[in-house]
């Protein structure tokens, strides 16, 4: 019985990680198409930002190496750090 209720609270947790990754995609992709004509340092800021809240719901779950928001933050954060200005 434990395990059963186990594996139905992993299947919540699943679920409701999927919803939050889905918000924050459509979040980044409003904020790409209002931030377009502005300048790159703010959309970068942004972009950190939601890199930001991925990982720190992985880490929540404890399962950030098996996480798909780990997936999706690795990009942002590679866009982020390419569009840095050098010192």
């Known amino acids: 019985m434990l395990?059963?209720?186990g594996q139905w609270m992993l299947s919540?947790?699943?679920r409701q990680l999927f919803?939050?990754?889905c918000t924050i995609?459509?979040?980044?992709?409003?904020v790409l198409?209002?931030?377009?004509?502005?300048?790159?340092t703010?959309?970068?800021?942004v972009l950190k930002i939601l890199t930001l809240i991925l990982?720190?719901?992985c880490f929540e779950l404890h399962m950030f190496f098996n996480c798909i928001n780990a997936t999706l933050a690795l990009p942002i954060l590679a866009f982020t750090?390419?569009?840095e200005p050098p010192c």
């Open 19 to 21: 919803i939050n990754t």
């Open 81 to 83: 750090s390419s569009s």
């Open 12 to 14: 919540i947790l699943r």
């Open 55 to 57: 990982v720190e719901s």
């Open 42 to 45: 703010g959309m970068t800021l």
């Open 3 to 5: 395990m059963v209720s």
């Open 25 to 30: 995609l459509m979040v980044v992709v409003v």
């Open 33 to 40: 198409q209002v931030s377009a004509p502005y300048s790159r």
